[in-house]
């Protein structure tokens, strides 16, 4: 622990920090598409750090506008009162919200993260159906492998077996089928072709518990933290006709596909598909400072603000709901995304993501490469009695050769700031490429 003197005195509990206890990687700075580390070495950001650095490092807007905000009005309560930039800010996210204008998602519940936001979408989901004289609908639908954070709403619906399995959880929650088939889609460029028929499970859900029990079915558009998981084509349009057919509502987690990340502001907007619920957080504030956001149907909204009074007297709300610093910060970064085009820009280099990530097929250990937008999942072959192993290796020698990766399972996973140049793609698959080629 060389170039962290100390850390031990003040050691964070859980497994996030145990990799690093052995290996202290240490960040000292960070400016557009570069970290530097302590030991003074340049590190390029395939990652836009944890999928929130989407318009790059130290922007002085945003920081201009957190230190004005800072000396104007550094905190208000959000309750009985408000305060002029949280309406700001409201009003400007309806204006580019989730599927544009006429899908009406234009009412925003703030929160302070993405795992905030989840479970702030739950409950509304669940206050609504209540609202609404659907009482009896308390279940909630997730998928496997998908990851909602790591409240206990988004444990629950969350389909990572490991997160859920050393607490009590939320009850009446089922998880459909993920979609991940590698068999049947290995390396295919875009959207899986096959599975969209996966999306049927939720009839097998809601025969199995009755349509009057579900009130909404959660998903992540494109699964990001458990491995970039595509959905087939065709399988979320589907899902949304499921859920109206029963009644149940859908929300789509963007905390990783909003703001930009496919190439359109939300994934909403690049499927086509419109959710009554989205979560966001990370971009909302280029990775700043922490909030998150719930954009809600402007019917769910009235439903919850004129309904039965047990549901208006519903208390939800966080002490750092809509806090003024971060809503500046939001609106800093909402204005570089407009200046920049930053919220389209994925489209326009997305073909040389693709081209540049699935040239890496054909080496050692790459099964499948997935790519979407400016996101990049390459899936590696397991090393015997060491699942993880393999890609955890590729991502200690990509860092010690200036690239930042992230890796989950066996799979590494890119999801470069979207200032990104050209070039730099480039750069990110050669080095990708030969830490690969030495990987054992
Ligand atoms: N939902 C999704 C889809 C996420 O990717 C994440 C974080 N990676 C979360 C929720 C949780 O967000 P946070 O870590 O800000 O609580």
Redesign the pocket.
């Known amino acids: 622990a060389a170039n962290a003197p100390g850390l031990d005195a003040y050691w964070m509990p859980f497994t996030a920090n145990r990799q690093f206890k052995a290996a202290p990687r240490m960040l000292a700075s960070a400016k557009g598409m570069h970290y530097t580390a302590t030991d003074g070495r340049s590190v390029l950001d395939g990652t836009a750090g944890?999928?929130c650095v989407n318009a790059g490092h130290g922007r002085q807007a945003i920081a201009s506008a957190v230190e004005r905000q800072l000396t104007t009005l550094d905190f208000a309560p959000s309750f009985q009162m408000g305060h002029q930039a949280a309406f700001d800010f409201a009003e400007r996210l309806a204006a580019i919200a989730p599927g544009g204008p006429e899908a009406g998602l234009d009412r925003v519940f703030f929160t302070g993260?993405?795992?905030?936001?989840?479970d702030t979408a739950l409950k509304i989901a669940l206050a609504y159906q209540r609202a609404i004289g659907q009482g009896t609908r308390t279940k909630l639908i997730g998928r496997e492998r998908?990851?909602?954070?790591?409240?206990f709403g988004?444990i629950s619906v969350g389909g990572l077996v490991n997160n859920r399995r050393v607490f009590p959880l939320l009850p009446g929650v089922d998880h459909l089928r993920h979609t991940h088939d590698l068999e049947r889609n290995a390396f295919s460029k875009g959207l899986p072709a096959h599975g969209a028929d996966l999306a049927d499970d939720l009839e097998r859900l809601v025969a199995l518990h009755g349509a009057e029990t579900i009130a909404a079915c959660i998903v992540?558009p494109v699964?990001?933290?458990t491995g970039v998981l595509l959905p087939p084509t065709g399988y979320l349009e589907r899902l949304r006709a499921i859920c109206d057919r029963h009644g149940i509502l859908l929300i789509f987690?963007?905390?990783?596909?909003g703001f930009g990340r496919l190439g359109t502001p939300f994934a909403a907007d690049y499927f086509g598909v419109v959710p009554d619920l989205v979560?966001t957080?990370?971009g909302l504030t280029n990775g700043t400072l922490?909030m998150?956001a719930v954009f809600c149907k402007r019917a769910v909204h009235d439903a919850l603000m004129h309904g039965p009074e047990a549901v208006i007297e519903l208390f939800h709300g966080y002490t750092y709901s809509g806090h003024p610093v971060a809503c500046a910060a939001g609106l800093a970064t909402l204005d570089i995304y407009a200046a920049e085009g930053l919220l389209t820009r994925g489209a326009d280099l997305a073909e040389d993501w693709a081209g540049a990530m699935h040239d890496l097929r054909g080496a050692q250990h790459v099964i499948d490469i997935r790519t979407i937008g400016l996101v990049a999942g390459i899936e590696l072959a397991p090393r015997p009695g060491a699942p993880g192993a393999r890609a955890y290796d590729v991502f200690v020698d990509c860092f010690e050769r200036g690239l930042l990766v992230r890796v989950t399972g066996d799979i590494v996973a890119l999801s470069p700031p979207l200032i990104v140049e050209r070039d730099q793609i480039d750069t990110m698959a050669s080095i990708l490429g030969d830490a690969i080629a030495r990987a054992a």
């Open positions: 944890l999928w993260s993405g795992s905030e936001s989840v998908g990851y909602h954070g790591v409240g988004g992540e699964a990001g933290s987690d963007e905390v990783i596909t979560t957080a990370k922490p998150g």
